[in-house]
Nanobody, 116 residues
Framework: QVQLVESGGGLVQAGGSLRLTCAAS????????MNWYRQAPGRERELVAV????????NYASSVKGRFTISRDNAKSTVYLQMNSLKPEDTAVYYC?????????WGQGTQVTVSS
């Protein structure tokens, strides 16, 4: 059974930092690209960052490029999202995501709130 469990969200002031963690289980983590999405109130869910199986390839939404860093530890089946220079517009629920054999899996999400 595929499980994705996010943690690390919270309330932070603008300019601050948070590190999100997604612990994965139930599939071969090292064989899977991993994604972080976010959804702000009243808005569609948007892709924030992607990391390839080995971690050698990474892509970011233009809105977070230069501030966020995605990484992974295949030995721990964990993917991270380091978020620096946070802005109020980064406020959202952040979700870990994986696609396996055309099936899409989501974690429960972790709330990030950035105060101005």
């Amino acid at each position: 059974q595929v499980q994705l469990v996010e943690s690390g969200g919270g309330l932070v002031q603008a300019g601050g930092s948070l590190r999100l963690t997604c612990a994965a289980s139930g599939f071969t983590f090292s064989n899977s690209h991993m994604n972080w999405y976010r959804q702000a109130p009243g808005r569609e869910r948007e892709l924030v960052a992607v990391i390839t199986r080995s971690g050698g390839g990474r892509n970011y939404a233009s809105s977070v490029k230069g501030r966020f860093t995605i990484s992974r530890d295949n030995a721990k089946s964990t993917v991270y999202l380091q978020m620096n220079s946070l802005k109020p517009e980064d406020t959202a629920v952040y979700y870990c995501n994986v696609i396996l054999s055309h099936e899409t899996y989501w974690g429960q999400g972790t709330q990030v709130t950035v105060s101005s």
